[in-house]
């Protein structure tokens, strides 16, 4: 196949490519955990070479090399000097502002080999993105702040997207790709990753984005749209407590208006995600996660007129339904000759 092609232009298929993923973030390593119940596809269906047309893939996770200190950063620094291309940038965790104190650092990853120094996490995504064919921001605290970045804190972090700019581009002319979730979900971070291995084998077009830099595909709906529990939302049937299969908006699920696959998806093989096991949407795929939907636990504001107006006639459909049900879970007389029969003394 030949040495690894430079990137510089999409037009170009690439043969091979390295992920180099920062967990170095501000954040709890939760995504990269996530990352290891993925299915659709796997972190061992695309490193072990068992998707067909993708480039050949070499993964650089912390959490998940058999290498450990300068042999695993040695990647790192070979790609920031322009020694290892192509490679896709990952961060996990939000960027803090390291410019906001007079003395020590918020975050980093390895050290200066020079100075002896740690290399600050801003200093490696600085060094990094712009030889970088793609950046990839996993969960929603490197999309857009996430719970570190709550008001008052004092890291003045952010996503990766008010750090390089909304508009940022790299080398490739690809946007910053956001993946949120608290974590992620798996599959929807591997499915665009395969994505972009695909458009890096020269065999997709440019990765639909929405507003917020979200695969479009995967955020386009809101959770609400496609919930197990809806049927009882449109019945006015709401659960006061936990526990209860009914919908769950009174206890505080944002599910109406919030972009999420995870009750279609589930988590792990289809299995669970969020309202599907009786919890209670709070918005993590948002980019006002988490302030905006504080205090979780409170029945959402625009809910309380929606459900109210549902209400109203929900009651009356309900109660409807179950006529048409009661008649519905009959025979249609003529099949029960027997009996009709038997009623009219002919037997
Ligand atoms: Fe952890 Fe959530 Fe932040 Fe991911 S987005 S690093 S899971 S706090
Ligand atoms: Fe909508 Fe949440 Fe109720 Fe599901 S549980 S139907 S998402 S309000
Ligand atoms: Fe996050 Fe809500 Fe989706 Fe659960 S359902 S993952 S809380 S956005």
Redesign the pocket.
């Known amino acids: 196949m030949g040495p690894p092609r430079r990137a510089e232009d999409r037009s170009q298929p690439i043969a091979e490519i390295d992920v180099l993923w920062i967990t170095a973030g501000l954040g709890c390593d939760g995504d990269t955990i996530a990352m290891t119940a993925a299915m659709q596809p796997s972190i061992e269906d695309i490193v072990m070479g068992a998707l067909p047309w993708i480039p050949k893939v070499r993964f650089h996770n912390p959490f998940l090399a058999l290498e450990n200190g300068e042999e695993f950063v040695k990647a790192f620094h070979l790609a920031a000097e322009g020694k290892l291309q192509p490679f896709m940038l990952v961060l996990e965790g939000s960027v803090p502002d390291e410019g906001n104190k007079d003395e020590g650092y918020w975050a980093s990853m390895g050290t200066d080999r020079t100075t002896g120094q740690p290399i600050t996490t801003c200093e490696w995504i600085d060094r990094l993105a712009p030889k970088a064919w793609a950046v990839i921001a996993a969960g929603t605290c490197a999309t857009y702040g996430g719970i570190h970045a709550m008001e008052g804190n004092p890291t003045g972090c952010m996503g990766l997207p008010d750090y390089l700019g909304w508009g940022w581009r790299s080398k490739a002319g690809i946007p910053i790709v956001c993946v949120p979730g608290c974590p992620v979900q798996p599959d929807n971070f591997m499915e665009t990753l395969l994505y972009l291995l695909n458009m890096a084998a020269g065999r997709a077009p440019m990765i639909p984005l929405d507003d917020a830099l979200r695969p479009a595909w995967l955020f386009g709906s809101t959770?609400?749209e496609g919930?197990d529990?809806?049927g009882?939302?449109e019945q006015a049937q709401f659960a006061e407590e936990y526990g209860s299969p009914l919908?769950?908006?009174k206890l505080g699920?944002w599910?109406?208006v919030v972009q999420c696959n995870v009750?279609k998806r589930g988590w792990m093989g289809g299995i669970g995600g969020c309202?599907n096991v009786g919890g209670i949407?709070i918005g993590c795929t948002m980019p006002g996660f988490p302030d905006k939907f504080m205090p979780f636990m409170d029945q959402p504001p625009g809910?309380l007129l929606s459900s109210a107006a549902v209400q109203t006639y929900g009651r009356a459909i309900q109660a409807l339904r179950r006529f048409t049900q009661a008649s519905l879970n009959k025979e249609p007389s003529w099949r029960n000759r027997r009996n009709s029969a038997e009623t009219r003394g002919d037997a």
């Open positions: 959770l609400h919930c529990r809806g009882y939302y919908c769950i908006v699920c599910g109406p009750g309202p949407c809910s």
